[in-house]
């Protein structure tokens, strides 16, 4: 066995994941590699080809490097637990009124578990992924991670659910480097077809980017259910009449099928009533939220109020904010209002560069008491 030991790596068959592969069996790790099969897309039932992360190219396509370099490769199917846990959340999200990021607890509740008890069973010290992110040990001992070098790749946001005990066995290859050095690396490899390779953004279980039709197919009697609610205006005028509310989210703009003769977005879903409420761009905004189902990074528990910056999308470039932790639940407070603040997605606290911890939003509210 290696002196530096013995690693499962993540490998997606894209360039990012490849590439991790390539850097450590190059610094000296005993490297596996696994490819994990999360989604049948044959049962989605969507219009595009298959293609992304699941597909039988991709897992080729890692297969073909793991044997170019020599080392072992094995296909993981996790399709049921993935289903069981990361699909039906996503469809009781919408039917809950929320909006769900499926990514982010499938990052934290799916893969890392798997990896690691795969790798307990390979005899693996560590496992590795392709995330542009950064694991570091505070003085506390705690683990938490930090945005990657590259600021434009980085993808701590979709991070923070990791547990310390997967932290502590996990290894990112690439937080060091940039996505132009990564190709750069590959090119210089010979591994030209990772660099032409596409890359997918895509939910995997949703590859044609469709997720009302998904939520029909998978739940047939939706439609006929929740057809034929009322859109209102944020006092209560009744405006016009909605497909359902499931089929909306908070921030949305394009496909309302209505006119009012000015801009207007979905702010706000009342599943209860089966209404969604629109207003203007100003009127989409709140300075404040609740995040629940924490996990902690950096400090175990926050004793007072702490000033941060928070993220509460992947995309978002972030809000100065204050914390204020109460048990399992954080309350938080924008000094300016944060346009489109979304119940399911997840909220993220930084400290600089590094991920305090972070949770799911379960509600937003301005501090007039709304």
Known sequence: MSKKGRVLVAMSGGIDSSLAAVLLHEQGYEVVGMTMKTWDYASAGG???????????????ARNIAVSLGFP????????????????????EYLNGRTPNPCVLCNTHI????????????DCDYIATGHYAKINQHENGRYYISKGLDKRKD??????????????????PLSGLTKDEIREMATDRGFMELVTK??????????????????????????????????????GTVVGEHEGYPFYTVGQRKGLGIALG??????????????????????????GMYVH????????????RLETHTKVRYNDSGAPAVIEQAGDTMKVYFGNGVSAIAP????????????IGGGWISKSFNHNGR
């Open 47 to 61: 219009s595009k080809k298959e293609t992304g992360c699941c597909s039988l190219d991709s897992i080729n396509d």
């Open 73 to 92: 490769h094995f296909i993981l199917d996790i399709r049921d637990e993935f289903g069981d846990y990361v699909i039906d959340h996503f469809t009781n």
């Open 111 to 122: 893969k890392w578990d798997a990896l690691l008890r795969r790798a307990d069973k390979l």
């Open 155 to 172: 993808q701590s946001y979709a991070l923070w659910g990791i547990s310390q005990e997967s932290l502590s066995r996990t290894i990112f």
């Open 198 to 235: 596409s890359e997918s953004y895509e939910i995997c279980f949703v590859p044609d980017n469709d997720y009302r039709g998904f939520l029909k197919r998978r739940v047939p009697e939706l439609e006929t259910q929740v057809a034929g609610g009322e859109f209102i205006l944020e006092d």
């Open 262 to 287: 000015y801009p207007v977005y979905v702010t706000e879903i009342q599943k209860d009533h089966n209404r969604v409420v629109l207003g203007t761009f100003d009127e989409l905004s709140r300075n």
């Open 293 to 304: 189902n924490l996990n902690m990074m950096k400090y175990p528990e926050l004793g007072e």
């Open 344 to 355: 399911g997605q997840a909220a993220v606290f930084y400290e600089g560069d590094d991920v």
